[in-house]
């Protein structure tokens, strides 16, 4: 395999998981045809191959015949694209180059297209951008046409990589970063995404280190090339010389001690200096995490995403698959408490399941609990296993994205009726559960006050709190600058809810993303929120801060923060009163010594 000739060459994109890893890339690109066995042929055996690549190309020729044939009338302009696909099947470069391979290196047909690809890339990748550099990646789009027929099967899957290496992505959906296989990966690069996609998100749970936003690492890294990822930083370096390499043990192995230092003392409670305790619970996707959340210290589930059950399998899960997971989860907590959020599709999220129709702006469409009314089966069974596994254990249930409160009124009497209906069934479950809001939509913090009424708790969900009052796409690496959760907005917003649940004596927690970031933690505290939820991850570091805070002083420091007209005005406050260190490495920074 080529490597790349990029020497000692540094990218600077979105860190999303924290940690440094050092490893050989490997380039997974689903429309490409890099994810393939190498195995050599015997020379009687070359004939065969051959002619199993001419059937390959034939049914792709076949196929996108069929394809053209019934490109509907107002798409009829766009056909010259397809019909450009059919002649590049019998491109000289990739028919003959592949025919080549297999008579003269003895290759198996699919790594013999490979390499003839591989070829092609590299002089396309050279052409400047525009026109002839986007005629590569339509022959990279016809290739996998013969690929997936020498493969007989779909697309490559990322759960198929069995070696221990850093992945390069354009871009890797949530579904499949829950494919990653913990002891095969070491970290992952992607050219899209950003800090709070889902993406972002997994890889935190994961705990492995990932940089996203990196817009052309795919371009400019091959695989085998030696990697240096500081998910921290956001940086990720090709093909690193010595001293590079050097300088990155020395930090790994800085950060690793920092970080076991830490996570030592991560079972004392986050007590401030002043006696206020404040409650760090985790959010999770899997129920694999739960060990994470014991391990790290946390106080609870602030947030359990319960989608991911949803996603990678062709059906829906059964009433039962829910319970048996949610029930395995309250177990093993015991008596700390459990937050099961009901079904989040949409969005970012899609479940092979669930028929989607097309939407402009999913982040707007029918997500979370509008999906789920609409879909009463579904949100029933859900509904039932989450109030059967809380005759098990401390289990409390939150809906998701309330925009109004004739939601959490529907969403109560659905949760009612699914009551009573296990009640004639005779099956054992616990009635009597605490309800909470999530409030990540703008109407729902104005309205704060009435939803207070109806629930039990809040939990202010600022990834889409902060997407949806600043109009910035969670997702879209462009606007990623302007994504400030210590926008004062946001902080008001922050306050608004907190003042309201203190009114209503209803508890009130914060599960955005922010809640795990360093910087942001001194004026969460000030906020009084009771409860701060994160990946399992931050937990010992943010522990570690608060016991070294004072409650009076974040107070203090809010009350100021609050009058500010701008972010940089919040974040001047912040290191006034704490440092500079807090800005430039949050993460390693961890402070509190
Ligand atoms: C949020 O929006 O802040 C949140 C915690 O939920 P999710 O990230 O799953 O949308
Ligand atoms: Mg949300």
Redo the contacts with the bound molecule.
């Keep these: 395999m080529a490597h790349s000739t990029a020497k000692n060459l540094s990218l600077q994109g979105i860190g999303a998981s924290p940690g440094i890893a050092v490893g050989k890339a490997y380039l997974f690109e689903r429309e490409d045809v890099d994810v393939i066995e190498k195995r050599f042929i015997r020379p009687e055996e070359i004939g065969a191959e051959i002619n199993r690549f001419k059937q390959a190309v034939k049914k792709a020729q076949e196929h996108l015949r069929e394809i053209i044939r019934d490109v509907p009338e107002e798409y009829r302009d766009h056909v010259y694209i397809l019909d450009s696909h059919m002649m590049l099947l019998k491109d000289k470069m990739i028919y003959d180059g592949t025919i080549e391979q297999i008579r003269r290196k003895n290759l198996n047909a699919e790594r013999a297209l490979k390499v003839a690809v591989d070829k092609v890339k590299a002089i396309f990748r050279k052409m400047p951008e525009g026109y002839f550099r986007d005629r590569g990646s339509d022959i990279v789009h016809a290739s996998k046409l013969i690929l997936e027929n020498l493969l007989g099967t779909g697309p490559s899957k990322i759960s198929d990589i069995d070696k221990r290496v850093i992945i390069v992505a354009h871009d890797l959906s949530p579904a499949e970063t829950t494919q990653i296989q913990l002891e095969k990966v070491k970290a992952f690069v992607t050219d899209r995404g950003s800090h709070?996609s889902?993406t972002g998100?997994m890889a935190r749970s994961l705990a492995i280190p990932a940089v996203l936003g990196l817009a052309d690492a795919t371009q400019l890294i091959q695989t085998d090339d030696l990697m240096i990822v500081d998910g921290s930083a956001g940086t990720v370096i090709v093909n690193p010389n010595e001293q590079t390499l050097t300088q990155y043990h020395d930090r790994k192995e800085r950060l690793e001690e920092h970080q076991a230092k830490v996570t030592r003392t991560s079972h004392l409670p986050a007590e401030t200096t002043d006696g206020h305790r404040l409650t760090v619970t985790a959010?999770i996707e899997l129920l694999e995490e739960v060990v994470a959340v014991m391990d790290h210290g946390g106080d609870g589930i602030g947030?359990y995403?319960t989608e991911f059950l949803y996603l990678n399998r062709p059906a829906l899960p059964s009433e039962q698959d829910l319970f048996d997971n949610y029930r395995d989860l309250a177990e093993i907590m015991g008596a700390r408490q459990v937050t099961i959020r009901t079904l989040?599709i949409g969005g970012d999220k899609f479940a092979a399941s669930v028929p989607w129709g097309e939407e402009m702006n999913p982040a707007l469409g029918l997500r979370a609990i509008r999906f789920c009314l609409q879909s009463p089966e579904i949100f029933k069974a859900q509904l039932r296993a989450i109030l059967r596994a809380a005759y098990f254990g401390n289990i409390r249930i939150m809906f998701?994205m309330i925009s109004q409160v004739e939601e959490i009124i529907q969403a109560k009497q659905m949760l009612r009726e699914a009551a009573a209906s296990l009640d004639k069934a005779g099956l054992p479950f616990e009635g009597d559960i605490q309800i909470g809001a999530m409030i990540?939509v703008p109407s729902a913090v104005f309205m704060a006050d009435v939803l207070a009424k109806e629930v039990d708790f809040f939990s202010i969900?600022?990834?889409?709190?902060i997407q949806y009052s600043l109009a910035i796409d969670r997702v879209n690496k462009h606007v990623a600058q302007l994504y400030q959760p210590l926008h004062p907005a946001v902080l008001r917003m922050i306050h608004r809810v907190v003042q309201a649940a203190k009114t209503a004596k209803i508890q009130v927690a914060l599960?955005?993303?922010m809640a795990g970031d360093l910087i942001n933690v001194p004026v969460l505290l000030g906020l009084e929120l009771d409860a701060i939820s994160m990946n399992p991850i931050s937990i010992p570091g943010v522990k570690n801060l608060v016991r070294a805070l004072s409650f009076e002083e974040s107070k203090q420091l809010v009350h100021a923060a609050l009058k500010q007209a701008t972010t940089s005005g919040v974040l001047e406050l912040i290191q006034e009163a704490y440092g500079k260190s807090f800005e430039t490495a949050p993460f390693f920074q961890a402070s509190g010594e």
């Design positions: 709070t889902h998100i959010n947030l995403r989040d998701p990540e969900g600022t990834n889409d709190l599960c955005g993303e």
